[in-house]
């Protein structure tokens, strides 16, 4: 056997250096495109901030627009008084910090336990707890970890873990947690509801009440009544306690307005987005001839880098505002009316609309929202396959299939909720043929149970 190299020539397609930065460029969100933009900042000693020319959002933004931004971003109207333009005369505001599940817990543990072995291992129960509150692991490998071989101690201390605040904290299963939940509510007097949840999950999750009255030898309409309870309990505890962190929100994109006199206008968000360029200094340093070679190549270098960064972030801009034009003539009946009157449209629509690709337009709506007069949307929310109707209407969207099959949901009688036989013949009333399967996966991506679940 020999090893020899052997030339070859191979095609392939191979993005340059200058279209990869402007496809990561239109990827970015707002809030990414300024962190990405502060790093260049850094990392490219040509790039600086043009201080001479205002930044767009500043210059060009009308009063309604920043109003908008403000009310989603937070930002209080604060009245300025020369009398306290001093930095000194305002009070300094301590610092907030959320305190986490964890640290409460640890808090409860240590208030009730002061062996240190103990709250060892009532730290190491409360560190294996996932996010909706229950235990990850098992006896053996706590006692494993906490290097303890007495079973029943580490048993008493998860005992009293999930008596802790919130009740159930710590189950180790859906069961578990709902009867510690239930011997609290209701202090151990209502013997049904433990029974329903020892025995009937199963049948409690399908609303199969006369089975689970028959099984427990009990009458439905106790049963109903207990059920009452355990609905009443959470399946994860953990969830309310989870703090929220304050720098956690949506930034739009693009923002659609109406104005009285003008009608709707586009506004690309460009908050922080600072206007850059080329610094001069640099550009004269080049044309010096004792310079060497190297120190040319570096600042060629730099300026070829600088040159293509403010082009992708110009482009990403044009991009989102050409088609921001193309979805407000399209959907105009939806900025008007809401989700129901969405036009069928998709992304080749919008390619061919603005002669782009069809992958560069979902790179451009990927991860970012539009604000608009109905609300804040993911863009890609405004598409939509359409579904064909035997009316004048031609193709209605299925997102307004779906804003129908909601609605009528939620006006019928519980008593007797439409199966998706009867929503199919209503859609078929109106002159739309869709499949009853097609019902079925709409309903479910709603997130709706079918007819029998809901049957109260």
Sequence with gaps: MKIKLSPAQ???LILAPVIQQSIGVLLLPIAELNMVIE?????????EVDEDTPDSFQNSWDAEVRQRIEKIYDIPNLPYDEEYSNDET???????REVSLEDQLIQQLHIELSDPLQREIGELIIGDIDEDGYLKTNIDEICKNAGVDDKELVEHILKVIQDFAPKGIASRDLKECLLIQAKNRVNGQNDLVDRIIAECLPELGQKKYSEIAKKLGSLVEEVKNAVKIISSLDP???RNFRPIGANIYIKPDIFITKDPDHGYQIHVNQEG??????????????QQNNLREHEKEFIREKLKNAIQFIKSVEQRGQTLREI?????DKQKPFFKSGPSALIPMTLKDVAVAINRNEST???AINNKYLDSPQGLYPIKFLFSQG?????????????CIKEEIKNLIDAEKKSSPLSDQDIQTHFEQKGMKIARRTISKYRQKLKIYPSYLRKQ
């Design 10 to 12: 191979v095609q392939k």
């Design 39 to 47: 790093q260049e900042l850094q990392n490219n000693p040509l790039l």
């Design 90 to 96: 305002f009070e300094e505001r301590p610092i907030t």
């Design 236 to 238: 994860r505890p953990a």
């Design 273 to 286: 987005i600072h206007s850059l360029r080329i610094n001069p200094l640099y550009q004269r340093l080049l």
């Design 324 to 328: 921001a034009k193309f979805i407000l």
């Design 361 to 363: 337009i979902s790179r």
């Design 387 to 399: 579904v064909s109707t035997e009316n004048k209407d031609g193709i209605v969207s299925n997102r």
